[in-house]
Structure formats: C-alpha cells, structure tokens
C-alpha cells in the first residue's frame, strides 16, 4: 500500500523535496508527499485523511458530519481548531 510522508516526521524537508525532485516521490501539499500512483492517491487520502490533518492542524478534531461518518463527505473533511480560518487542501495530480 502506498504512504504518506510528512517533513517534520519521517526525513527532512530538504530530502523530500529531493526525492520528490527525482521522481521517487510525489508532493500533493507543502510538507506532505506520497509514493502513490495518481490512480492510487484518491484511495490513500480517504483512507489516511486523518494524517493529513493531523500535519495540517494538529490541534483539530472532526466534527459535523465527518465526526458522525467518521470519513470524508464528498472529499469534505469539516474539523474543529482553536485557529480561526478556513482552509482548503487541493490534492495536485
């Protein structure tokens, strides 16, 4: 199964970027890589979109609907932060 790699856990930001410069690795966000086939990624984000933010807001819990599914709805992820702002992730491919 393909993996998500986040700069502040698994290598360095400068390597990441390396790899992902070479091809070995995708960057689907500041930060956030992934080794997965573009078929695969849409699959690996619904599946490890809690990772993603957990990375992205690591103060934030789910809620609204998603806290009730517990999965994205539609590609929604609604979260609660103590940081006041929107934020959209837009998956590059």
Do not use: C
Not at 14 to 19: G, I
Not at 32 to 56: F, H, N, Q, R
Not at 74 to 86: A, C, M, P, R, Y
Request: glycine content about 4%.
């Amino acid at each position: 199964m393909p993996n998500l790699y986040f700069s502040n856990q698994t290598e360095p930001a400068k390597d990441l970027a390396k790899k992902a410069k070479s091809g070995v690795i995708t960057r689907i966000h500041q930060g956030i890589y992934t080794d997965a086939k573009p078929s695969e990624l849409e699959g690996l984000l619904m599946s490890k979109w809690y990772e993603v933010v957990k990375y992205l807001q690591p103060d934030a819990i789910a809620s609204h609907r998603t806290a009730q599914e517990l999965r994205p709805k539609e590609g929604l992820v609604v979260v609660t932060s103590s940081i006041k702002q929107q934020r959209k992730v837009h998956v590059k491919s």
